[in-house]
């Protein structure tokens, strides 16, 4: 290699001039021709021309970069062709109106860009209208330099963190509509990789966080998974009525500002607004009708879609003035084509003129027309919507009510728009009318019949991205589109793999009802086919467990272990599936509170399991999943210190295990249960800690895996309970409130989990009683009542949790005075519980409890005699109860209390101090057993009865009391 090449290799020119004027002059210097003073000048000449050399080299670099970085992140600032018409005034760029009641997101989302991480994801969600859109621009805005922010250009995904770095400032990029990006994992894999200099914050905008995070899982590599797992902003509808009324006056003066008129008083705009929970959307929604209707008459209180519709006709009226304007060529064609004009290109888009035209060939009075004509149709509606790729009409929501609005009005313009799609014109087409049907029921429609005109693959297609926005009322659209779905069995069989295990449960009962019935035909044509069919009903019983159809559950889970019973009689190999799905019919018997079956079941699976592992150690994990499920069956059949053993023998064998992702899990939910044990013995401290590090551990799998959640809700349910054991009113508010908000997410998309929200909210309101937040508390109780009232809830299961909420109601009820319904409530109570005990005698101490508050309260009632009945009857069933019990030991304490309260209120003052006096012993019992939790209840029991005995001039036993309390 050439020396002075390598030397000279990468240096700027002023660098190389800077050289060669130092040697030419020190050569001169050395014959002495030149002066020392010319000498100096001339080296500050050529250094000053090195250094604008550089300098302007340098710009030069940094102004290539710059423009390479604007080609991947558009500014944050609307162009002026993007906010014409009069929906531009509310969208979100161009902010007309300012940012309100957002401070403490704004706070947030500060602290997330401050992070020390050198990238960070965070996913800002919430429902349309909420403010997504807006809260992230006026957080881009807010950045100061060095900090730059832009949109994700389209399509930048895979080039936007090499072009974002070469420039060297940080960066805060956003991406609207995440979860329609299909550049989306490209960006995250690249940043999975980048080295974090400068630092990089991206700022994902998506209706469903879970959902998105859950697609994207499946869609990144291993090495980009932690950034799915990111921060979460959950926008709602914010203010109270007073902040919409203050917002939509504001709204309204700078809407008729912008307008050049004037605005009415404040005084003349007060009843306007609509109810509690409107978006911040629909509140200057109707601020802007208001104005644009001040010169005709006043602006009705319109809601919902009858909103939308009385805006829209003003921006109609901007499509009609634009078309006779000079020079477009569309004043000839009538309204009504230029409407369908503008909604085909919404509906279909268009990359450039060309496929606009194409696609306006679809609108059948532009069939046939000349090209010229035609072409002239495109560039006017894309002056009007200057995006690219066809009609955008903003703010979004108001864009796809047009399109349902227009298209359910027109079904034969909706034929002709959906025939014939190529796969990508199905998937905007799905994933466009799938995110109407969020906000637009009638969308469904529209759907079915697009899910309809694709082939097998764009069925698959579908359901991905139904499951990315899953509504209840999607579920049951999609499901109801299974059941008629005419497609080969492979394809239902691909279409079960596809579902997340939390996402469409209705629609994963039909797909798995299907392969039943193609399991069925298969082994009427081939017995050998039994397996697959035990297969398929396995699956198809748990599926109905997961939307609460319980007793349909247990059937066809009963006949598919069955099928299994039969196989592995011939087939060894088979036990395992055989033993899963006997674990799985366990669950749903317990589910109904058939705890007996439940146990034989499970004590059946666990027999194989044992078998399994002594010839194989890989099923061991399998044998101590079913040893942990028969140690809950124990416990439900009132065995729990059997349960307590096999909990710790489990969560000994788990800990024993290398804690890695797929055995967190199954360390949690032994954690989890065997809390559940512990707090039935009384152990109240213990049994925290265990939940606590269960809901610990469930955190992390949720967080790495959204089909977790379930469990998470589950365990931030018990974490409550044994918070208020133990008085830990904070810890219990902060678990209960975390539990109630997963648990709405969940029941939303699933009423399976009624049952599960109303608990959780039951709970809730435990906290809020004991915190003496009676508001609260009496109004959560209230909505659990209603909830667990729900036919979701209509079983055994829902009896337990609608006796629960109804006890929680009632004490609200009692608290604010109101004695009569409360005690309806309680009589309620009893009746729930004599039924379920009756099928589970372990739910007896349940029925006990409820016979005392009934009793408490036909005593606060005056009515002596049946609370005196009450009380002997829960006296008399306590007295069965296992004497090595402390809590049944402390039941029937509590229970002698209440006899001797009832009998004081009817004169029979001797029986009511044996019964004090018997109580206060066994109170004494328990205190020694268990002292955390019971001595504070035998220092009140001794101080009572002191009381009661001095009350009816017992000085002498009450003195004795006095001894014995020190």
């Known amino acids: 290699m050439d020396g002075s090449r390598w030397m000279t290799r990468g240096v700027p020119a002023g660098v190389s001039t800077v050289l060669g004027v130092a040697v030419g002059t020190l050569t001169n210097l050395a014959t002495g021709e030149w002066s020392w003073t010319l000498t100096t000048g001339l080296v500050g000449l050529a250094a000053g021309w090195a250094g604008w050399e550089t300098w302007r080299h340098g710009r030069s670099e940094r102004s290539a970069a710059v423009e390479a970085r604007a080609r991947v992140l558009a500014p944050l600032e609307p162009r002026d062709s993007e906010t014409g018409g009069v929906f531009g005034l ?23 860009q401050s992070g020390e991480d050198p990238t960070g994801v965070l996913v800002l969600s919430g429902p349309a209208g909420v403010g997504k859109t807006r809260l992230a621009l006026e957080f881009g805005l807010s950045r100061t330099e060095p900090w730059v922010a832009g949109w994700l250009e389209a399509g930048a995904g895979g080039s936007a963190l090499p072009a974002i770095a070469a420039c060297g400032d940080p960066a805060l990029v956003l991406v609207d509509d995440a979860d329609i990006r299909p550049d989306l994992p490209d960006l995250l894999t690249a940043l999975a990789a980048y080295g974090g200099k400068p630092p990089v914050r991206v700022l994902l905008i998506a209706r469903n966080s879970a959902s998105l995070q859950a697609d994207l899982r499946t869609r990144v590599p291993d090495a980009a998974r932690a950034l799915t797992r990111g921060q979460v902003l959950e926008l709602s509808a914010h203010g109270g009525p007073g902040d919409r009324e203050r917002w939509f ?11 050049e008129l004037r605005a009415p008083s404040v005084k003349a705009l007060a009843g306007r607004v609509g109810d509690d929970g409107e ?7 109707r601020a802007l009708l208001t104005v644009l209707e001040l010169t005709r008459r006043p602006a009705r209180r319109a809601a919902g879609d009858e909103l939308i519709r009385q805006l829209f006709a003003h921006e109609e009226a901007w499509w009609e003035s634009a078309a006779t304007a000079p020079g477009w060529g569309v004043s000839t064609l009538s309204k009504q084509i230029r409407q369908r004009c503008i909604l085909a290109l919404a509906l279909l888009r268009a990359d450039d003129e060309d496929a606009a035209v194409r696609v306006l060939r679809r609108v059948p009075d532009l069939a046939d027309a000349p090209e010229a004509q035609v072409r002239d149709v495109a560039r006017w509606v894309g002056n009007l919507y200057p995006h690219g790729t066809g009609v955008l009409i903003e703010p979004e929501m108001f864009g796809l009510w047009f399109l349902v609005d227009r298209l359910s009005e027109q079904p034969g313009i909706a034929a002709r728009l959906i025939h014939g799609l190529d796969r990508p014109e199905y998937h905007r087409v799905v994933t466009t009318l799938t995110r109407a049907a969020v906000t637009f029921p009638a969308a469904l429609t529209l759907l079915g019949k697009v899910w309809r005109s694709g082939d097998d693959d764009s069925a698959l297609l579908a359901v991905r991205i139904a499951w990315v926005y899953a509504t209840v009322e999607l579920d049951e659209h999609l499901a109801a589109f299974v059941d008629d779905y005419d497609a080969p069995q492979p394809v239902f069989a691909a279409l079960e793999d596809s579902f997340p295990s939390f996402a469409l449960p209705r629609t994963q009962v039909a797909v798995s009802r299907r392969l039943v019935d193609f399991g069925r035909i298969a082994v009427a044509a081939d017995p050998r086919c039994l397996d697959d069919l035990a297969a398929a009903s396995t699956n198809l019983g748990v599926a109905l467990a997961k939307i609460g159809q319980h007793r349909e559950s247990i059937e066809v889970l009963a006949e598919a272990a069955d099928l299994w019973r039969t196989l592995a009689g011939d087939d060894p190999d088979l036990r395992d599936a055989f033993a899963g799905t006997l674990l799985n019919q366990a669950a749903a018997a317990n589910d109904v509170e058939d705890a007996q079956a439940a146990y034989d079941t499970a004590d059946e699976a666990v027999a194989l399991f044992r078998s399994l592992a002594a010839e194989d150690t890989e099923h061991e994990g399998m044998l101590h999943r079913a040893l942990q499920a028969l140690a809950n069956y124990s416990d439900a059949l009132g065995d729990t210190q059997r349960s307590v053993l096999l909990g710790e023998e489990v969560v000994a064998y788990w800990r024993s295990t290398v804690v890695d992702s797929p055995v967190r899990p199954a360390l949690a939910w032994a954690l989890d249960q065997l809390g559940l044990s512990l707090a039935h013995l009384g152990m109240d401290e213990r049994a925290l800690a265990v939940a606590g590090e269960a809901t610990a551990l469930y955190r992390i799998a949720a967080a790495d895996n959204a089909a977790y959640e379930p469990e998470l809700a589950v365990a931030l349910t018990n974490l409550t309970a044994r918070a208020l054991d133990s008085a830990e009113l904070e810890l219990a508010g902060a678990a209960a409130d975390e ?20 608990a959780a909210l039951t709970n809730y309101s435990i906290t809020a ?33 609608l006796a629960g909420a109804l006890d929680v109601f009632g004490a609200t009820l009692e608290r604010r005075g109101n004695t009569e319904q409360a005690g309806a409530t309680a009589d309620e109570v009893v009746t729930l519980w004599r039924t379920v005990a009756a099928d589970n005698p372990a739910r007896e101490g349940k029925l006990v409890d409820a016979l005392l508050t009934s009793s408490t309260r036909a005593r606060h009632r005056g009515d002596a005699r049946r ?3 009450l009380a002997d009857e829960a006296v008399t069933l306590a007295r069965t109860f296992e004497p090595s019990n402390p809590v049944d030991r402390y039941r029937l304490a509590h229970s002698l209390d209440n006899a001797a309260m009832a009998r004081c209120a009817g004169a029979d003052h001797e029986g009511e101090f044996a019964c004090y006096a018997e109580a206060l012993d066994l109170y004494q019992e328990v205190s020694m057993s268990e002292g955390s939790r019971y001595a504070q209840v035998y220092r009140d029991a001794v101080v009572r009865l002191q009381e009661v005995y001095a009350g009816h001039g017992q000085y002498e036993l009450a003195a004795e009391l006095w001894l014995r309390r020190l």
Not at 93 to 98: A, F, H, T
Not at 279 to 285: D, E, Y
Not at 774 to 796: H, M, Q
Request: aromatic share 6%.
């Open 739 to 758: 539990a109630v908000d997963l648990y709405r997410r969940l029941a939303a998309h699933n009423p399976g989990y009624s049952a599960q929200f109303a």
């Open 867 to 869: 609370a005196h009945a």
């Open 249 to 259: 006056a504001l709204a309204v003066g700078k809407f008729a500002r912008r307008a």
């Open 769 to 801: 009683l004991r915190s003496e937040n009676l508001e609260s508390a009496c109004s959560t109780a209230e909505e659990a009542v209603a909830i667990a009232r729900r036919p979701a809830t209509a079983d055994i299961a829902g009896d337990v949790v």
């Open 90 to 112: 509310l969208a979100p760029g161009l902010r007309v109106v300012p940012l309100q009641g957002r401070r403490a997101e704004l706070d947030e989302l500060s602290e997330w």
């Open 279 to 285: 978006t911040m959307l629909t509140v200057q929604t």
